[in-house]
């Protein structure tokens, strides 16, 4: 009988570190999945900011943080979805919510001065900038600044911020177009012409650049096209712009001519410059 005890006692014990081992094995099983749930949770994250469509982004994001408002990244996440999908005036107060979180960054505070320049409220976007530490040196928040020191017409600033700015990417195209942008407006044509060639290096296929190129030549009475890789349409959108920049400066008939060669080289039918053309020959003969 004693012996019996003895048996029962050794099996009842293997039996109970088998439990715990059971409930080991189970404990680091769940912390496992939860990590594989935290990794697959953030994959699906960058995917919904990258490549999925913006406003399906929208959705997910409005939705987990519902669900978890206190996750800093998801508030993120939503308010830079909202940037993505072109809705900036609903994308201020995410970003609001999200600068006042435990765990902010200084680029969120970033992002909120990106959005309230979006939505043209200009003094409030410098004002947040100008709580951001100048420690915090990004190109983004260099692209803004330049921004801002154009909107008040101080240039020597402009030129100092995107110029720090161009430093501090591999991809300045579309940097370089503004800052070339912000030179044509100024009158300072040749050097925005310069600029505007420096971003099509950069990038070949950004029309904007090539049609403020234009524009900078048109400005200079320069109405040969530039020598860059354009399609045919391309061209064309391009010599209606060179042939309205003609005219605003009085040279009509040069307009005219290059509103003909703008409607001959489109390969559709060029309704914008056929009214213009019939507007120039209407003004003409009355």
Same mark, same amino acid.
């Given at each position: 009988?004693?012996?019996?005890?003895?048996?029962?006692?050794?099996?009842?014990?293997?039996?109970?570190?088998?439990?715990?081992?059971?409930?080991?094995?189970?404990? #680091?099983?769940?912390?496992?999945?939860?990590?594989?749930?935290?990794?697959?949770?953030?994959?699906?994250?960058?995917?919904?900011?990258?490549?999925?469509?913006?406003? #399906?982004?929208?959705?997910?994001?409005?939705?987990?943080?519902?669900?978890?408002?206190?996750?800093?990244?998801?508030?993120? @996440?939503?308010?830079?979805?909202?940037?993505?999908?072109?809705?900036?005036?609903?994308?201020?107060?995410?970003?609001?919510?999200?600068?006042?979180?435990?765990? /902010?960054?200084?680029?969120?505070?970033?992002? *909120?001065?990106?959005?309230?320049?979006?939505?043209?409220?200009?003094?409030?976007?410098?004002?947040?900038?100008? /709580?951001?530490?100048?420690? =915090?040196? !990004?190109?983004?928040?260099?692209?803004? #600044?330049?921004?801002?020191?154009?909107?008040?017409?101080?240039?020597?600033?402009?030129? $100092?911020?995107?110029?720090?700015?161009? @430093?501090?990417?591999?991809?300045?195209?579309?940097?370089?177009?503004?800052? &070339?942008?912000?030179?044509?407006?100024?009158?300072?044509?040749?050097?925005?012409?310069?600029?505007? $060639?420096?971003? *099509?290096?950069?990038?070949?296929?950004?029309?904007?650049?090539?049609?403020?190129?234009?524009?900078?030549? &048109?400005?200079?009475?320069?109405?040969?096209?530039?020598?860059?890789?354009?399609?045919?349409?391309?061209?064309?959108?391009?010599? =209606? !712009? *060179?042939?309205?920049?003609?005219?605003?400066?009085?040279?009509?008939?040069? &307009?005219? &001519?290059?509103?003909?060669?703008?409607?001959? !080289? =489109?390969?559709? =039918?060029?309704?914008?410059?056929?009214?213009?053309?019939?507007?120039?020959? $209407?003004?003409? $003969?009355?």
């Amino acid at each position: 009988m004693r012996q019996f005890k003895i048996l029962f006692l050794c099996l009842s014990g293997t039996a109970f570190l088998a439990a715990c081992d059971k409930n080991a094995d189970s404990d #680091e099983v769940n912390r496992a999945m939860q990590n594989v749930n935290v990794v697959d949770e953030s994959n699906l994250n960058d995917i919904m900011l990258s490549v999925a469509d913006p406003n #399906e982004a929208v959705t997910y994001f409005k939705r987990a943080t519902d669900d978890q408002p206190d996750r800093t990244d998801l508030q993120r @996440g939503l308010a830079q979805s909202l940037i993505r999908a072109k809705r900036p005036s609903e994308a201020v107060p995410a970003y609001e919510k999200l600068v006042e979180m435990e765990d /902010a960054t200084n680029e969120d505070k970033v992002g *909120l001065a990106d959005a309230l320049i979006r939505t043209d409220d200009w003094d409030r976007a410098k004002a947040t900038l100008d /709580a951001v530490p100048p420690t =915090h040196e !990004t190109f983004k928040r260099y692209r803004l #600044e330049a921004m801002i020191a154009d909107s008040e017409e101080d240039w020597e600033k402009a030129d $100092s911020f995107y110029e720090i700015a161009a @430093g501090l990417t591999t991809k300045p195209a579309g940097l370089l177009n503004n800052w &070339g942008y912000s030179k044509l407006t100024r009158g300072d044509y040749s050097e925005a012409e310069r600029l505007f $060639s420096e971003a *099509l290096k950069q990038d070949r296929k950004l029309f904007t650049a090539k049609n403020n190129m234009v524009l900078a030549r &048109g400005a200079q009475r320069n109405y040969n096209l530039p020598v860059m890789p354009m399609e045919q349409t391309e061209r064309a959108e391009l010599l =209606h !712009t *060179l042939a309205m920049s003609a005219i605003k400066q009085g040279d009509v008939e040069i &307009g005219k &001519g290059l509103l003909r060669e703008a409607i001959d !080289t =489109h390969p559709q =039918h060029f309704e914008a410059a056929v009214r213009s053309l019939r507007a120039l020959e $209407s003004n003409v $003969s009355n």
